[in-house]
Structures are given as structure tokens and as C-alpha cells.
């Protein structure tokens, strides 16, 4: 969804072919992103380097909506910056855009949204052959939860008055993957999407795991555009997403779902 104000009221209905004639009688239809800056960060699987590549789930995604628009952009366009520095140029520098981005209330004002990219529930994960049923929070009693410290999932079990003293706190999520897998611990609460990307680099195969409960998004993500850029470049970007989750392979699956399941299956 774009964020819109109430008095920026456009039809989408003729909107594209009006926007490519503008273009193209100023001469710039070759490419409706040239001026565009992308920047990412490292956070797997939505968008981190492997092998000296840029790649992920969003970068994939973003990729073929540069096809869909008639861009000329690829992954070696997008800017890998840490996080605090590719937020503050997006804030600060028109013609920026960066992503995966959490949408949340206290950011709504601050850029233009295009979206979803990604859901990102918060969940407990086991493992599938344990079985274990859990239709309310207490029933984890007798259970070991494992959380990431400051992480969103520590933040939920707090949230939700999960009790201490079957919590456990780890440094980094690769110890709380390889916690889960061998047995040392039931439950681990942690990002759905990246939980089972996690798992899979360790080797182990994502579908013998399974969530047991969600305590919900925690924000979904966006692309986060600066919140000068104009309409119709937004309405651009979003259409060409709405395509990929709409458009059906020969297995079923949309573009964009087959994209994301290829990271955690």
C-alpha cells in the first residue's frame, strides 16, 4: 500500500500510460529510475551479500520490478550502506530509497511508502516432530524458550510476560539456530522468515521446523521512498509489485511467492 494523504486522491486508471507519454516527450522513457538511489543493508534473507553478491529476497524482488518498469537498474546499482547511515541519507536526500524497511507508526510521516515486501511475524519455532500444541501462553509452562538479547523476539516475551525462568538469552541468532536444531532448547522467538533462513544455513532442512505461535508483525516491510518523491513514481513501483504478487507460474505460485520461498525452503 503507498501512503496517500487523503487529498492526494489519484486514479491508478490510465495513470502508467500517461506518466510513459510525459516521459517520453521529454526524452527520458528509457528509464523511469535513473535518478533514483537504492540503498539496502545486510539482514538476511531480505538483502545481504554472499560471494561477494548482493542478493536476497527483496533484492530479487527489486530486480524484477526494474524489469517490469523498463529500468535499466540491477543489484549492482543498489547501495549496501550499515543501517543508521542508509536511514539518514533516505530521510535527508531526495531521490533515495531504502529497504527492507519496517513501516511503523512512529516512521509513517517520515518517508512514502511501497509495500509490503515482506510480512515479518514474530513467532515461537520448533521442531515439527515434537508435536507440541500451544493454543495459549501458559501452556509453555514445562517448555525452554531461547531468545536473541534485544532482539524482537526478547522484546515479545517480555511484551507478553513470557516468565523468566524459562527463558534463556543468547548473543547471536546462530547459536539460537544451532540451540533449536540439536535439542538444547524447545522454542526459539525470532523473525518467521529469517528463523528458517537461519536454519537453513546451518544445515538443517527449514520444513522439519514449524511455528507454534505468532505473536504478530512487528512491522511489515517496505521500501522506504524519501517523502518528496513524487506520485507517480511511487504508483510506478507499486503497480510493478502488485504484478509480481499477481502473476501466476505454471506451479501455481506467484513471482513473488516463489522469491521468498527460495530463501527458507
Not at 512512529?106 to 518517508?111: G, I, P, Q
Amino acid at each position: 500500500m503507498i501512503q496517500m494523504s487523503s487529498h492526494e486522491n489519484i486514479p491508478r486508471l490510465g495513470w502508467l500510460l500517461a506518466l510513459l507519454l510525459t516521459l517520453s516527450s521529454s526524452g527520458q522513457a528509457a528509464d523511469p529510475a535513473a535518478s533514483l538511489r537504492f540503498i539496502t543493508e545486510n539482514s538476511p534473507p531480505y538483502n545481504y551479500v554472499d560471494n561477494d553478491q548482493l542478493t536476497g529476497s527483496s533484492v530479487e524482488i527489486l530486480e524484477e520490478m526494474f524489469r517490469r518498469i523498463g529500468s535499466r537498474k540491477r543489484r549492482k546499482d543498489i547501495e549496501l550502506h550499515p543501517w543508521a547511515r542508509g536511514y539518514r541519507t533516505v530521510l535527508n536526500e531526495p531521490n533515495t530509497v531504502l529497504f527492507s524497511t519496517r513501516r511503523s507508526p512512529d516512521r509513517e510521516d517520515l518517508f512514502r511508502w511501497v509495500g509490503p515486501v515482506a510480512t515479518a511475524p514474530v513467532v515461537l519455532m520448533a521442531r515439527k516432530k515434537r508435536n507440541f500444541e500451544v493454543q495459549q501462553l501458559s501452556d509453555l509452562n514445562g517448555l525452554s524458550v531461547v531468545a536473541v538479547g534485544s532482539d524482537m523476539g526478547e522484546l515479545m516475551l517480555n511484551t507478553y510476560k513470557v516468565p523468566n525462568n524459562i527463558r534463556q538469552t543468547v548473543s547471536h541468532p546462530d547459536i539460537a539456530a544451532r540451540m533449536l536444531i540439536f535439542g538444547r532448547i524447545d522454542l526459539w522467538s525470532y523473525g518467521q522468515r529469517t528463523a528458517l533462513w537461519l536454519l537453513k544455513q546451518q544445515g538443517a532442512q527449514p520444513q522439519d521446523f514449524e511455528p507454534v505461535w505468532s505473536f504478530g508483525s512487528a512491522g511489515d516491510l517496505y521500501f522506504a521512498f524519501h517523502r518528496d518523491t513524487p506520485d507517480s513514481i511511487l504508483l510506478l513501483f507499486q503497480s510493478a509489485l502488485d504484478t509480481l504478487k499477481a502473476e501466476q507460474r505454471e506451479d501455481g505460485r506467484s513471482v513473488y511467492d516463489a522469491i521468498l520461498r527460495s530463501y527458507v525452503e
